[in-house]
């Protein structure tokens, strides 16, 4: 966190003051973005899980739960920055905001009921405080029976209330990651292209990235000796999500760019140009390697999943394969920095400010509650559970 908040004051002293800080601010658009939308999706897991009644997660779940609560701190983070790039009239970062250039452009003014301040400020409001309200309410009802055991009708009564409030959070993750937010705070970075397989794209790679974070804490305290009940079975199931989501994501990624490279048609293929002829083809291509090939190659065999060593050393890798996907996404946008990379110590010390965050975060909830939901229904189908 000190290497974060270091980075945050000399990259203001050196990016700050130039070109309305553009180089400054679209850094901290894609770590805070990057990292949010991470933790977040650790949330959904847990409701993903839940919903399909999978009892799996339940000897980590208090683990799930401790990384999901940084969706607080960060969102708040998050919006401070976007209020920043909004209301300071970062124009540089997006376009939209520029009055002028809307009223003259056909395709600009066409969205601004959309792109608009009041629109993407509401619905910012919105999609921060209920992922950070309704995570925090299915944490309180996990943790409502740690002192309280259940019986047989209780038990039935607490799984339909936590259906409900986790089918809550799937409804609102579904309106919001995969669909109307990442439109808004990053696919507007250009504004005048679209894919209606954004949305999906930005989603899949946040949740292997979660996987992958949720996996290295889990690895780390058992390794401390905490997390008991845990065994290369649950590690085996982690590793196949980050593997199944990893094909996911190159499904995603492939068919987006097969169809804007077949139809060759010049407002789909503005994306693709810098990112494939200019300064950033090694990261394009580095993006493809990391996150689709040494997934594809390291997590085929059984072994490998069930490893846990290969198992951290892939998710640390899918975490940065995947801050650098979100690099990419931001960086070639038009009015950012669509001619050169910009890549430098700057961008990894605000990505470890929030690293440290989520660290901190975690570690002290955790501190707070049992790591073990003891009286929760699924826990015995957890401690036996055999893949």
Request: charged letters at 15%; proline letters at 3%.
């Amino acid at each position: 966190m000190a290497v974060g908040v270091l980075s945050l004051i000399i990259g203001f002293i050196m990016y700050g003051g130039h070109d309305q800080g553009v180089r400054f601010w679209a850094a901290l658009l894609q770590n805070s973005v990057y990292f949010l939308l991470l933790v977040n999706a650790v949330m959904f897991f847990i409701a993903a899980v839940s919903l399909a009644m999978g009892g799996f997660q339940m000897t980590f779940r208090r683990v799930s739960e401790a990384i999901a609560a940084s969706v607080i701190p960060i969102g708040f983070i998050t919006f401070v920055i976007l209020l920043c790039i909004v209301f300071g009239g970062k124009t540089a970062i997006y376009e939209w905001l520029d009055r002028d250039a809307v009223a003259k452009d056909p395709a600009l003014n066409g969205k601004k009921g959309f792109l608009s301040v009041p629109f993407f400020m509401i619905w910012t409001v919105l999609t921060i405080f209920l992922w950070s309200f309704l995570g925090w309410k299915i944490r309180q009802l996990s943790r409502s029976i740690d002192d309280t055991p259940l019986t047989v009708a209780e038990g039935k009564k607490y799984i339909f209330k936590n259906t409900v409030w986790t089918a809550l959070y799937i409804v609102w993750f579904g309106l919001t990651v995969a669909s109307v937010t990442p439109w808004l705070w990053l696919m507007s970075l250009n504004a005048h292209w679209f894919s209606t397989m954004y949305s999906w794209y930005t989603f899949a790679s946040t949740f292997v990235s979660g996987c992958a974070l949720l996996t290295i804490f889990v690895i780390y305290f058992k390794n401390q000796g905490y997390l008991e009940y845990v065994n290369e079975e649950h590690l085996h199931d982690l590793g196949k999500f980050m593997f199944a989501f990893s094909i996911f994501w190159t499904y995603i990624w492939f068919d987006q760019f097969m169809l804007i490279w077949y139809a060759n048609i010049s407002e789909e293929t503005v994306y693709f140009k810098p990112r494939l002829d200019g300064a950033y083809v090694g990261v394009f291509y580095l993006n493809l390697i990391i996150n689709f090939i040494c997934p594809l190659l390291i997590f085929m065999k059984r072994s490998s999943k069930r490893n846990w060593g290969t198992v951290t050393f892939m998710s640390v890798l899918l975490i940065f394969g995947h801050w650098l996907d979100f690099f990419q996404m931001v960086f070639p946008s038009p009015r950012i920095s669509p001619d050169r990379v910009p890549l430098n110590l700057f961008d990894f010390g605000i990505a470890l400010g929030f690293v440290g965050l989520i660290m901190w975060q975690t570690a002290r909830v955790l501190s707070k509650y049992p790591l073990l939901a003891k009286n929760h229904p699924f826990l015995k189908e957890s401690i036996i559970h055999h893949t």
